[in-house]
């Protein structure tokens, strides 16, 4: 589903005709913002103007975000979330590292 040209990501349970919250959605590009991965409230993406970093993930909730190195899996910087939502945020990360490093990869290219 598209809305003004963004796309929406929504995951459905298997045979439930029901939205899920918690299953991760792998999307595309959607311009200079990358979503690589949809979980629950939470946002995985890259910029595409960071090529010259190593390789990372920005999280995003709400008006909270994070940064995460992926290589190995470290907090970058956090705006906003506690210390208990940030284990879970950093525990997402470290679950789909394999994943988030193929995007990164295909994205940033040598």
Excluded at 39 to 48: A, K
């Amino acid at each position: 589903m598209h809305y003004d040209g963004i796309a929406v990501l929504r995951a459905q349970l298997p045979g439930s005709g029901r939205l899920g919250r918690n299953r991760p959605v792998i999307s595309g590009d959607t311009g200079s913002v990358p979503t690589v991965l949809v979980s629950g409230p939470y946002r995985m993406y890259f910029y595409s103007h960071e090529p010259n970093e190593p390789a990372h993930i920005h999280v995003d909730r709400d008006e909270s975000s994070a940064k995460f190195w992926l290589e190995p899996v470290a907090l970058a910087r956090n705006l906003g979330f506690g210390p208990p939502e940030l284990r879970r945020v950093q525990r997402l990360v470290i679950e789909n590292r394999a994943l988030l490093l193929e995007k990164w990869h295909e994205r940033f290219a040598s």
